[in-house]
């Protein structure tokens, strides 16, 4: 009997009947010939409908990861018998058409750290709707030495019959001939824009990364598309943003769909600098925006699946829309969460949430204290300090940190670097790394990162800056999934606190306020001008709630992971069959948004249900 029959008896009956799939490393094997080997294996048994013969592929603790390719879902699927009855549920591999599947690209061997060893390669298959792309890791099986799946990632990347249209297959964009009836682009444009004489298939709240990307998907498939943002221009959600705020993941993880950055584009892109590529991207991409647009009421009909909404124009007249779905593509976080301290109304100095604050350039040679030590909380105290405040940051608990030029360069090696693969594949690539997996993976990741960041990182501790390691070790990813914040990657703050530049109170909560000052659970005592809560932000759902209204009440909570490992309610159901939600990075909604896109494209033409 195997270790893992020992550990776990639950899989000792499986482990006998099982099918014995043998590809073990010989002298004369290469990484090639065993892929290759076990592929034309897989393919077969994926052809045969034999879930226990595809099963018999993956190593015992195995994931398969699917999206959009076997379900209207996002699912990670782990260990064996997980597999099993997942393929099981409803025949899924006849019932989807599963087949064909080809070997694309060449086979490489990866150590991604010191115990980590493994074969990888993309392969291309089709169901009966759709064909897609997948992503295998091969690991060596120390029970009987055999090559086996670790991993495999399934995809769609198009429906049949309703592929988009590019290439070859691209618009004329004229008709040529005799037509008295011809209108300009420009027109056509204006009228398609103020849907005049049809209704929206989905609105879009919100004229952010996520809402753009999504519409830009959508209207590639033929969705007719309605961005509504209340500000006055696109990109405003970043221009509006505190002065010297910079992305802090590299260009090439930050390319919107279709329309990359061009090379001479600077690693690290200023915000107002991002804010005017948003508004040239929507102009391009020929997206239907309503700007200084708010929706006044929104009511959803279950008999129809259809919404009423009711939205609010800048002259104040209001238009009254049909759509069969909205998205909240207002980031992946909600309200600003805004504690209430005792006595604050008698503090004489100003009080602001990190998202009202845009310059410490006001406050040269005054006392600014900032509450909150992850990434806006640190940008917003060094911009005070290159301003001329005196200012302290207040850190509450304990904070992960890496800084940018090794953490990032360490956490994308192989994928989002200068040289690197296409986007498209180190998207796959990606995310074909099961999240869960992604926690044991980036724990050795996260080691290598301290260790290049040892100086920062003991500067830090001197200074009285409480670190963490992330959860279980595995640093700054699972805190970004789990909780969406919690850490600082480190663009020159640190050096600043390290310096006493930065002044830092640690591990105490704040009592209460005075006219001029912030008393601590210490009795200690700090004078301010302004503070500046950079507290984060609540759950999206308080968002969607906020515009929507009662309706909204019946989605999940927005992000986090499930069991499974996939995030909750968003760029998938959410609990009301006529919401969605888009949110995330640049990244994230580059590769999410043809998930989302997709979804909804398959419930408009009858391929998925639409209470789906």
């Not at 029970?143 to 590019?166: L, V």
Request: glycine share 8%.
């Amino acid at each position: 009997m195997s270790m893992l029959a020992q550990s776990h008896p639950e899989f000792a009956h499986f482990e006998q009947a099982k099918p014995i799939i043998s590809h073990v490393e010989s002298a004369s094997n290469s990484p090639v010939a065993l892929a290759k080997k076990w592929f034309h294996t897989f393919a077969s048994s994926i052809e045969s409908k034999d879930a226990s013969l595809v099963t018999a592929h993956f190593l015992a603790d195995g994931y398969w990861r699917d999206l959009l390719g076997l379900s209207f879902d996002n699912r990670t699927l782990h260990t064996i018998p997980t597999i099993k009855d997942f393929l099981e549920d409803n025949d899924r591999l006849k019932s989807s058409g599963l087949r064909n599947l080809q070997f694309q690209g060449e086979p490489a061997l990866v150590k991604a750290n010191r115990d980590f060893t493994w074969i990888q390669c993309f392969f291309t298959f089709e169901t009966d709707i759709a064909r897609g792309r997948g992503f295998f890791r091969l690991m060596r099986d120390s029970d009987d030495g055999a090559w086996k799946a670790k991993t495999i990632y399934t995809g769609t990347e198009e429906w049949k019959n309703f592929e988009e249209k590019r290439g070859s297959t691209r618009a004329a964009g004229v008709n040529h001939g005799e037509n008295t009836q011809r209108k300009a682009w420009k027109d056509r444009r204006a009228e398609k824009r103020e849907f005049l004489n049809e209704e929206p298939t989905v609105i879009v709240i919100g004229a952010g990364q996520s809402g753009l990307a999504l519409a830009a998907r959508l209207g590639q498939l033929d969705v007719d598309t309605l961005i509504i943002d209340k500000n006055e221009r696109v990109g405003d959600n970043w221009r509006k943003r505190y002065n010297f705020l910079v992305l802090h993941d590299p260009v090439w993880y930050d390319h919107l769909p279709y329309v990359p950055f061009p090379e001479h584009w600077p690693i690290f892109t200023p915000k107002d600098k991002l804010a005017d590529w948003f508004e040239a991207y929507a102009k391009s991409m020929e997206l239907n925006i309503w700007m200084q647009s708010t929706i006044k009421s929104a009511s959803y009909d279950d008999a129809s699946n259809t919404w009423t909404v009711t939205v609010v124009r800048p002259d104040q007249t209001e238009r009254v829309l049909k759509p069969k779905f909205v998205v909240v593509a207002t980031g992946h976080s909600g309200e600003p969460n805004i504690p209430v301290f005792k006595n604050q109304d008698a503090f004489q100095g100003r009080l602001c949430h990190s998202s009202q604050h845009t310059t410490g350039g006001d406050f040269k040679g005054k006392k600014a204290i900032v509450i909150g030590c992850c990434n806006s909380g640190h940008d917003i105290a060094h911009d005070f300090y290159e301003q001329g405040a005196d200012v302290t940051i207040i850190q509450r608990s304990s904070t992960y940190v890496m800084s940018s030029h090794n953490g990032l360069k360490i956490l994308f090696r192989g994928l989002y670097e200068e040289g690197g693969p296409k986007t498209e594949d180190a998207d796959v690539m990606f995310t074909s790394t099961p999240v869960h997996m992604m926690e044991k993976l980036h724990k050795y990741v996260t080691d290598e990162i301290a260790e290049a960041d040892k100086e920062t990182l003991d500067g830090l501790r001197n200074a009285g800056f409480k670190l963490d390691r992330g959860i279980n070790g595995s640093g700054f990813l699972m805190k970004y999934y789990s909780r969406g914040g919690g850490y600082y990657i480190d663009v020159g703050a640190s050096q600043l606190i390290i310096d006493k530049k930065i002044k830092l109170k640690q591990g105490h909560e704040i009592s209460h306020f005075t006219e001029k000052s912030v008393v601590f659970d210490d009795n200690t005592e700090i004078e301010a001008d302004i503070v500046v809560m950079a507290t984060g932000y609540k759950n999206m759902k308080t968002t969607a709630v906020k515009i929507l209204g009662k309706d909204a009440e019946r989605m999940q909570d927005v992000w986090g992971l499930d069991s499974e490992g996939e995030l909750n309610a968003i760029w998938r159901k959410t609990g009301h069959p006529g919401i969605y939600a888009m949110g995330g990075n640049l990244a994230h909604v580059r590769f999410w948004s043809k998930r989302l896109a997709l979804r909804i494209k398959a419930q408009m033409e009858g391929l998925a249900p639409m209470s789906s």
